[in-house]
């Protein structure tokens, strides 16, 4: 802990060894009885102990203060140089974005992809636990080792966010923090409206009070299209019959950020991901819990839709929407507010992000088998009604259009590649049983 910081009564009186600690006694000994000799003089002598209190008392609470303000989780002069450095431009043209869910799947991805073409890029992510958060933190600790500084908070945290855009003047922000997943939203509701409505209207806050107000890419879902039986899916279909809470809050969103660019004048491109996969992902999607249920010789349950269909989903991998997110950015157009108030209109885009190949379940199971060289024990199961829908298959005519996009990663390549990194990150380092 280092020295013991001198006491107040020790900085003014030096301790020194030998003859003048025993003249000090009797000098102050001598001076007291003085003092105290006379009434006026002790009125007068509390008055200055009172006064040397309240100074002494005023002095540590600065100093506490000044303690706190430079060792806050957020806050701060040195964290404001980590997000200054993390910031930086370093190429021409470049953009300074702020990307939310940072430490999420697509955000590290999308942040170290902006990080190497030179873009200036700070994180923020509250880090919670719906899935391991180790994971999370790994994926952190590989950003940092890039030069991406994360902030751990809320996205509804207004103070937070509007002290970032103080430090930064952000170009652009990639907002990919979310209550994630289907099925859990039957468990815990609430943080389905805490994180997809209540933060995404925070982060709009922020941002249309912003000077300059920045681009603002986010990202939807596929779930909007909910019970739709056209396909493949396209971005004019009617998204108004959601299965799940989740699709509802995505399609709430589409419609608050609507709002926003109409009023405030904010540049936003809403994305629609179908059924992203690919190293670093998450925990809960079908792929990563059977690789590890297939590896621990455990059952895996395979669901299956009315008159016993094959579940089919859209698999994109995370280079695919990667290039997505970072064309969208490109492409996005300056957001005409200032002060909070609109000059003019901005642009407000919606596009399928997606593979265009859909693909069943048990045929994704039979490629994971492959690659791992291990045969699943299958549950066959007709689908609960917990928000799931039969298939997925997205219309990515406008994104090909617009953005460039062009997926060019099959479902076998990039199983291959997400199996790779899998028996690389748990093989070994968590002692998983690998038969």
């Not at 059977?290 to 280079?319: E, H, M, S, W």
Request: aromatic content about 12%; overall charge positive; charged content about 20%.
């Amino acid at each position: 802990m280092g020295n013991k910081m001198p006491s107040l009564e020790e900085e003014l009186f030096p301790s020194t060894p030998g003859k003048f600690k025993i003249e000090r006694s009797h000098y102050m000994n001598r001076q007291f009885y003085r003092c105290f000799a006379s009434s006026s003089t002790m009125f007068l002598w509390a008055l200055f102990l009172i006064a040397l209190t309240a100074s002494y008392i005023s002095f540590h609470s600065f100093v506490d203060s000044g303690s706190r303000y430079l060792t806050a989780s957020w806050g701060g002069i040195q964290w404001e140089k980590q997000i200054r450095v993390s910031a930086e431009i370093h190429r021409q043209g470049g953009m300074s974005v702020l990307v939310t869910g940072a430490a999420g799947f697509v955000g590290s991805h999308v942040s170290l992809a902006l990080k190497r073409r030179g873009d200036g890029v700070v994180g923020l992510d509250n880090f919670n636990d719906y899935y391991d958060p180790s994971l999370k933190k790994a994926r952190k600790a590989l950003l940092t080792t890039h030069g991406v500084f994360i902030v751990e908070g809320d996205v509804n945290d207004a103070k937070l966010l509007a002290n970032l855009f103080d430090v930064v003047s952000f170009t652009h922000v990639m907002h990919l923090a979310a209550q994630a997943g289907v099925r859990y939203a039957m468990e815990n509701p609430h943080s389905y409206v805490h994180s997809n409505i209540a933060g995404l209207v925070t982060l709009m806050e922020a941002c249309k009070s912003a000077n300059p107000q920045p681009s603002i890419v986010w990202a939807s879902s596929s779930s909007v299209y909910g019970l739709n039986e056209k396909v493949p899916f396209s971005e004019s279909d009617r998204t108004d019959q959601p299965a799940s809470l989740y699709a509802a809050t995505k399609k709430a969103g589409e419609e608050i950020t609507h709002t926003y660019n109409y009023i405030y004048g904010l540049s936003i491109t809403g994305l629609r991901f179908f059924t992203v996969y690919g190293p670093w992902g998450r925990p809960d999607m079908a792929y990563f819990s059977f690789t590890r249920n297939i590896l621990q010789g455990k059952p895996i349950t395979v669901y299956r839709g009315k008159n016993r269909v094959d579940l089919a989903r859209d698999f994109t991998y995370i280079d695919d929407i990667v290039k997505g997110c970072i064309g969208s950015l490109d492409t996005s157009g300056n957001s005409t507010g200032s002060g909070g108030k609109k000059r003019g209109p901005a642009p407000y885009r919606i596009f399928n992000l997606g593979n265009t190949s859909p693909v069943t379940v048990p045929t994704l199971v039979s490629i994971l088998e492959r690659h791992l060289k291990v045969k699943a024990k299958r549950n066959i199961v007709d689908m609960p009604g917990n928000g799931d829908v039969p298939f997925t298959h997205a219309n990515i005519s406008s994104a090909r259009r617009e953005l460039g996009y062009k997926p060019t990663t099959d479902l076998q390549t990039g199983l291959k590649k997400f199996v790779k990194w899998y028996l690389s990150y748990y093989g070994y380092n968590h002692g998983e049983a690998i038969n």
